[in-house]
């Protein structure tokens, strides 16, 4: 059974940081190219950064350059640290392989982004 826990969301002021991180439960995580996804009030979720095993990164072009992706396959969990936050980043985060496995969605974290 995989399982992904999110966490380390919350209300944070524009400008601000946060670092959430992804706890995950699969045997063969070290090898699963894993992302971070994020769904705003209204709209669809969508992939914001991916990492593979070996560490490549990428990122969509709304968060380069403010948000960073991780991962630690000893600890089977990946990070996402977010810099510069704005309103436009409110939503609620979601980690998952990449492409995403409708089976693995976990119950995400909240990122408010306000003043």
């Known amino acids: 059974q995989v399982q992904f826990v999110e966490s380390g969301g919350g209300l944070v002021q524009p400008g601000g940081s946060l670092r959430l991180s992804c706890a995950a439960s699969?045997?063969?995580?070290?090898?699963?190219?894993m992302g971070w996804y994020r769904q705003a009030p209204g709209k669809g979720r969508e992939l914001v950064a991916r990492?593979?095993?070996?560490?490549?990164?990428a990122y969509a072009d709304s968060v380069k350059g403010r948000f960073t992706i991780s991962r630690v396959n000893a600890k089977k969990t990946v990070y996402l640290q977010m810099n510069s936050l704005s309103p436009e980043d409110t939503a609620v985060y979601y980690c998952?392989?990449?492409?995403?496995?409708?089976?693995?969605w976990g119950q995400g974290t909240q990122v408010t982004v306000s003043s």
């Open positions: 998952n392989r990449d492409p995403a496995s409708i089976d693995y």
């Open positions: 699969a045997s063969f995580f070290s090898g699963y190219i």
């Open positions: 990492i593979t095993s070996e560490g490549i990164t």
